[in-house]
C-alpha cells in the first residue's frame, strides 16, 4: 500500500470517528489542535486503523501519535506502508 492510500483510509476513518473532511487529512494534521480528534476517538481510530492495516498497534505507542505523519510513520514501520 502507497502513503497516498494510506491517507485516503485514515482520511475516511476521521470523517467517520470526528466528522472531519477527509479532504483535509494532510501528515501535517495533529489529531486534537487541527481535527478536533479526542482521546476517545483517537482511541477509537487506532482501533479502526489496526483492523483496516492488519496490524497492531502497542499501548506504549500511543503518546507519540501527535500528527497524520506520526501515525503514517508507525503504519510504515509495521510493515502496512511500502
Do not use: N, W, Y
Amino acid at each position: 500500500m502507497t502513503e497516498a492510500q494510506a491517507l485516503d483510509i485514515l482520511g475516511d476513518l476521521l470523517r467517520t470517528i470526528a466528522g472531519v473532511e477527509p479532504t483535509k487529512v494532510q501528515p501535517s494534521c495533529r489529531f486534537v489542535e487541527d481535527l478536533g480528534v479526542d482521546s476517545l476517538g483517537m482511541m477509537e481510530m487506532i482501533l479502526e486503523a489496526e483492523t483496516r492495516f492488519s496490524i497492531a498497534i502497542d499501548a506504549g505507542e500511543l503518546p507519540r501519535l501527535l500528527t497524520v505523519a506520526d501515525l503514517l510513520q508507525l503504519l510504515r514501520q509495521h510493515g502496512a506502508i511500502d
